[in-house]
């Protein structure tokens, strides 16, 4: 709490205003309230306006008190005294913009200004345009410095004037971005403030993300030209992908420029997987792939061997299989075996599948290894993940209808017997499975 010296007396002072300034005084030290405030009235209207600041502190106490007392029994009173308290605000910043704090004169204007907004949101939140003008007022004169609540307030005030048709759409967004943007440079003086800021943050954005403004079109339509001038602002594709995310602007442009952004200003594992996740919905095939390729690198250089490097693995090792791969997925497959955390049985599927699907230039006998090698991969599948065995029994029961019939007498062929093949740039060994 702020703690003020004792004010000067005012020149002009009248005796009715030191008398009463002293009546209100001693019944307001004493917490006798009901009567301070008709003597407190007085003395502010006998005293000359930089008379003292306590003044302006008291009777703000004193109105809001009453306020509370009066409730709705009387709302024309109650009106009066909400235009009187905010009144005082301004006055208190006219004539007493500095006070003391430990002897040492500081600057009023946040205070006062950040009490008004609070009293604008307790006693004046029906009036939707008086909330807008009169919070916009308060955030244009303090910036960073302004409280969190009046951030929110602010926001839903501008949200309820675009339906209600006052306002356009570039206003709420206008509304959004600055708040977001002061709330991001607001330094807290304590914990509890910056638990409040941090509090703040995530309300102003669940209040916007949940309006129809954040429409995927909107947000491009209005951070487009924004993310252009400024591509390194890292506020800013903040809030272009944390919102975009929610209104599940996954398909935009935009929203990968803002993702790829981001990654190249603070690169990490989950960024490089995220991208991965976006360029192989849109089938880029080649930054899907180098962009896993990183993830795992990050992942790896943190934890060598960790769950998610092995799902990291198997996904890249599915989704190069699927786009025809077959060395990259075969690579990976193996990674995601050798790593295992669930992952080796899915893992062997694929290389089984791999080899089942390649040709080899052999002879009439050996043409047939790679069904052989498919044979072992998913036999190796069921054992790591027995709920694998049935896919894996159709497909070794698929792939074995292969095996040979002439006579391997001819070649020096056993049954049996370990044979070495390499196809699309994979080696594997596997074993003859002769009829």
Same mark, same amino acid.
């Given at each position: 709490?702020?703690?003020?010296?004792?004010?000067?007396?005012?020149?002009?002072?009248?005796?009715?205003?030191?008398?009463?300034?002293?009546?209100?005084?001693?019944?307001?030290?004493?917490?006798?309230?009901?009567?301070?405030?008709?003597?407190?009235?007085?003395?502010?209207?006998?005293?000359?306006?930089?008379?003292? !600041?306590?003044?302006?502190?008291?009777?703000?106490?004193?109105?809001?008190?009453?306020?509370?007392?009066?409730?709705?029994?009387?709302?024309?009173?109650?009106?009066?005294?909400?235009?009187?308290?905010?009144?005082?605000?301004?006055?208190?910043?006219?004539?007493?913009?500095?006070?003391?704090?430990?002897?040492?004169?500081?600057?009023?204007?946040?205070?006062? =200004?950040?009490?008004?907004?609070?009293?604008?949101?307790?006693?004046?939140? !029906?009036?939707?345009?008086?909330?807008?003008?009169?919070?916009?007022?308060?955030?244009?004169?303090?910036?960073?410095?302004?409280?969190?609540?009046?951030?929110?307030?602010?926001?839903?005030?501008?949200?309820?004037?675009?339906?209600?048709?006052?306002?356009?759409?570039?206003?709420?967004?206008?509304?959004?971005?600055?708040?977001?943007?002061?709330?991001?440079?607001?330094?807290?003086?304590?914990?509890?403030?910056?638990?409040?800021?941090?509090?703040?943050?995530?309300?102003?954005?669940?209040?916007?993300?949940?309006?129809?403004?954040?429409?995927?079109?909107?947000?491009?339509?209005?951070?487009?030209? *924004?993310?252009?001038?400024?591509?390194?602002?890292?506020?800013?594709?903040?809030?272009?992908?944390?919102?975009?995310?929610?209104?599940?602007?996954?398909?935009?442009?935009?929203?990968?420029?803002?993702?790829?952004?981001?990654?190249?200003?603070?690169?990490?594992?989950?960024?490089?997987?995220? =991208?991965? *996740?976006?360029?192989?919905?849109?089938?880029?095939?080649?930054?899907?792939?180098?962009?896993?390729?990183?993830?795992?690198?990050?992942?790896?250089?943190?934890?060598?061997?960790?769950?998610?490097?092995?799902?990291?693995?198997?996904?890249?090792?599915?989704?190069?299989?699927?786009?025809?791969?077959?060395?990259?997925?075969?690579?990976?497959?193996?990674?995601? !075996?050798?790593?295992?955390?669930?992952?080796?049985?899915?893992?062997?599927?694929?290389?089984?599948?791999?080899?089942?699907?390649?040709?080899?230039?052999?002879?009439?006998?050996?043409?047939?290894?790679?069904?052989?090698?498919?044979?072992?991969?998913?036999?190796?599948?069921?054992?790591?993940?027995?709920?694998?065995?049935?896919?894996?029994?159709?497909?070794?029961?698929?792939?074995?209808?292969?095996?040979?019939?002439?006579?391997?007498?001819?070649?020096?062929?056993?049954?049996?017997?370990?044979?070495?093949?390499?196809?699309?740039?994979?080696?594997?060994?596997?074993?003859?499975?002769?009829?």
């Amino acid at each position: 709490m702020m703690s003020f010296g004792s004010q000067a007396y005012a020149q002009d002072a009248s005796p009715d205003c030191l008398k009463y300034m002293d009546f209100y005084s001693q019944n307001y030290k004493q917490k006798q309230y009901d009567d301070a405030l008709p003597q407190w009235r007085l003395a502010y209207s006998l005293c000359p306006k930089n008379f003292r !600041a306590n003044i302006y502190i008291h009777g703000s106490y004193l109105l809001n008190r009453q306020i509370g007392k009066v409730g709705k029994k009387d709302p024309a009173y109650r009106e009066a005294l909400i235009d009187s308290l905010l009144t005082l605000q301004d006055e208190r910043l006219l004539n007493f913009p500095t006070g003391k704090k430990n002897g040492v004169v500081v600057d009023m204007k946040s205070s006062i =200004l950040n009490n008004k907004g609070q009293y604008i949101i307790n006693f004046r939140s !029906a009036n939707t345009k008086y909330m807008y003008e009169q919070l916009g007022a308060i955030i244009d004169q303090l910036g960073s410095e302004t409280k969190g609540s009046i951030f929110v307030n602010y926001m839903q005030a501008a949200i309820e004037m675009y339906r209600e048709g006052a306002i356009e759409v570039d206003d709420v967004m206008n509304a959004y971005t600055r708040s977001a943007e002061l709330l991001a440079a607001a330094i807290p003086a304590d914990d509890a403030e910056a638990q409040a800021i941090g509090e703040a943050k995530v309300t102003l954005e669940s209040v916007f993300a949940e309006s129809n403004v954040a429409s995927c079109d909107n947000l491009v339509a209005i951070f487009t030209p *924004r993310f252009n001038d400024n591509p390194d602002d890292v506020a800013l594709i903040s809030n272009i992908v944390k919102l975009m995310s929610k209104a599940e602007c996954f398909s935009s442009d935009l929203y990968l420029k803002a993702v790829t952004s981001m990654h190249k200003l603070d690169p990490s594992a989950s960024s490089a997987y995220f =991208l991965y *996740r976006l360029h192989a919905s849109r089938n880029n095939v080649g930054d899907a792939i180098k962009y896993m390729n990183e993830a795992i690198a990050k992942s790896a250089e943190a934890e060598p061997a960790s769950e998610t490097l092995a799902q990291y693995y198997y996904e890249l090792a599915n989704f190069a299989y699927k786009s025809n791969m077959k060395k990259d997925a075969y690579t990976a497959a193996q990674n995601a !075996a050798s790593l295992d955390f669930g992952y080796a049985g899915k893992a062997y599927m694929i290389m089984g599948h791999i080899w089942a699907g390649t040709s080899y230039a052999g002879n009439e006998i050996t043409r047939y290894a790679p069904n052989w090698a498919a044979c072992d991969f998913y036999n190796k599948a069921k054992a790591a993940d027995p709920s694998l065995a049935d896919e894996a029994n159709r497909q070794i029961a698929k792939n074995s209808y292969y095996a040979p019939l002439a006579d391997a007498f001819m070649y020096d062929y056993r049954n049996g017997q370990s044979i070495t093949i390499t196809a699309g740039g994979i080696t594997v060994t596997t074993t003859m499975r002769l009829k």
